[in-house]
């Protein structure tokens, strides 16, 4: 893959395959879960929160 100047994408969940959410919560806060995370389904995946979006899809493309 090569690398682009848009912003990265979240990869689909790495356990269930769902699609990832991003969340954010106040200014510097944000964070990708499973779309099937807690009441939306039965899927535990989640990142820890980062300053910024582009932190957050990193820490979320790297999850296994
Ligand atoms: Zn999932």
């Known amino acids: 893959m090569t690398e682009q ?3 990265v ?3 689909a969940c790495p356990k269930c395959g ?3 959410d991003v969340r954010k919560a ?3 806060r944000v964070w990708v879960q499973c779309a099937k995370f ?3 389904g039965n899927c535990n995946v989640i990142c820890s ?3 910024t979006r582009k932190e ?3 820490v979320w493309n790297r999850l296994k």
């Open 26 to 28: 106040g200014a510097n």
């Open 49 to 51: 929160p980062q300053p």
């Open 56 to 58: 957050a899809v990193a």
């Open 38 to 40: 807690g009441a939306n």
């Open 9 to 11: 994408q979240p990869q």
């Open 18 to 20: 769902a699609p990832p």
């Open 5 to 7: 100047k848009q912003a």
